[in-house]
T-cell receptor, first 114, second 117 residues
Framework: DGGITQSPKYLFRKEGQNVTLSCEQN?????MYWYRQDPGQGLRLIYY???????QKGDIAEGYSVSREKKESFPLTVTSAQKNPTAFYLC?????????????FGQGTRLTVV | AQKVTQAQTEISVVEKEDVTLDCVYE???????LFWYKQPPSGELVFLIR??????QNEISGRYSWNFQKSTSSFNFTITASQVVDSAVYFC??????????????FGTGTRLTIIP
């Protein structure tokens, strides 16, 4: 079945460690996105990519990094520079940007810093 | 700057009642797009509807209906004869004009809807 797969579902990290969240899609979508969800704050855009080997910062990119070496994959690294990384992270993809088409979301990764 | 306000943080209704979720938006773009997404307990967001700024016709899809009013900058969502499966967090979102680089989605803070059996 086509869709977006995020892994792992739950992730624990010690302070000071980098951690990478996986996002894979087999929908042949050009655009991919990472959002962070905190209680009472809705979803905030971290990074997005509209084409392979190109990506742009969103509203809260500090402390995060991404790569887009393959169309299907858009991993997110939460670095030690991210001051408050505990959150729910959602990856999404769409055919061509979110304006003209619906976005498809993965089931999320819940990251907890211990 | 774009902004989406969902003033209702949580709503609880008894099954079979109708319920309306409010969404108010702000944008300076003349071309923009409004969305509703549903987030069930499993976590993923599920697309419900997309409406562009030039189409103010109300839309009905089964038990769901949407009321878009540019005059009040609102895009409200009504569930008729609610069911327990409607329990979820609902997000309203706004996307601006891609010609001006405003195509990213801005989400509201969500409304948690609980349907009581």
């Amino acid at each position: 079945d086509g869709g977006i797969t995020q892994s792992p579902k739950y992730l624990f990290r010690k302070e000071g460690q980098n951690v990478t969240l996986s996002c894979e899609q087999n929908l042949n979508h050009d655009a991919m996105y990472w959002y962070r969800q905190d209680p009472g704050q809705g979803l905030r855009l971290i990074y997005y990519s509209h084409i392979v080997n190109d990506f742009q910062k969103g509203d809260i990119a500090e402390g995060y990094s991404v790569s887009r070496e393959k169309k299907e994959s858009f991993p997110l690294t939460v670095t030690s520079a991210q001051k408050n990384p505990t959150a729910f992270y959602l990856c999404a993809s769409s055919i061509q940007g979110m304006t003209n088409t619906e976005a498809f979301f993965g089931q999320g990764t819940r990251l907890t810093v211990v | 700057a774009q902004k989406v306000t969902q003033a209702q943080t949580e709503i609880s209704v008894v099954e079979k009642e109708d319920v309306t979720l409010d969404c108010v938006y702000e944008t300076r773009d003349t071309t923009y797009y409004l969305f509703w997404y549903k987030q069930p307990p499993s976590g993923e967001l599920v697309f419900l509807i997309r409406r562009n700024s030039f189409d103010e016709q109300n839309e009905i899809s089964g038990r769901y209906s949407w009321n878009f009013q540019k005059s009040t900058s609102s895009f409200n969502f009504t569930i008729t004869a609610s069911q327990v499966v409607d329990s979820a967090v609902y997000f309203c979102a706004l996307s601006g004009d891609s010609n001006f680089g405003n195509e990213k989605l801005t989400f509201g803070t969500g409304t948690r809807l609980t349907i009581i059996p």
